[in-house]
């Protein structure tokens, strides 16, 4: 099946993703979720959500909170960039952030954002936000948004569609073509059936990239 709709499409089907830029598995999911819009009559709106909000309120390993700490600077310069050049920005300084932290490998976070604000065309100013708490409610907002669909026990990314909110799939490496298609129709399935809360099994790998 060959995808009609684009995202400027009213009449097209519209699935929402929240998505940390840090995450790795939300990283895998993006990369699934784009090969859908491939094949399934969908196209993606692409929102922020937090890891750092999610667990500011917790106990972390140190190696951890300082993880969380230094996730606060891409999530930011996101936002900013949605709210002073438009949400259409949002997708293409994720890929160029993406990229560069996880088949990348990157962990050079101010660099990362430099090179990804000039290589979408952004102003090299947005990367002040990452240490500013000017557009933090905004990053709370979008936050709070996904999260309250699906429950503070899960993470990034969530997916939304069609009245139905689910976290992940985590799933590594991503499908493709119409094999990506099958788990979305799979996943709708089981996340659409009343009652249905988990199925989840042990990870045996971390994340393929490449």
Known sequence: MTRTATTSDPTGAVA?????????????????????????DISVRWHVMSLSVLNEAREL???????????????????????????????????????????GRRTD???VLAEALAEVGLPAELAAAATSESFDADVRASHAEGISLVGEDVGTP??????TAFFGPVVTPAPRGEAAGRLWDGVLLVAATPGFYELKRSRQQGPVFD
């Not at 929240?18 to 491939?38: N, Q, Y």
């Not at 999530?75 to 993406?98: N, Q, S």
């Not at 969530?158 to 009245?163: D, L, R």
């Open 109 to 111: 976070y101010d660099a």
């Open 158 to 163: 969530v997916v939304a569609f069609n009245g």
């Open 16 to 40: 929402d993703f929240w998505f940390d830029p840090v995450c790795p598995w939300a990283w895998m999911t993006s990369r699934w979720i784009g090969e859908v819009e491939k094949v399934r």
């Open 61 to 103: 390993s140190p190696e951890y909170r300082d993880l969380m700490d230094r996730a606060w600077g891409p999530v930011r310069v996101v936002v900013a960039a949605a709210t002073e050049h438009g949400i259409e920005h949002v997708k293409p300084l994720y890929d160029a952030i993406g990229t560069r932290l996880h088949p």
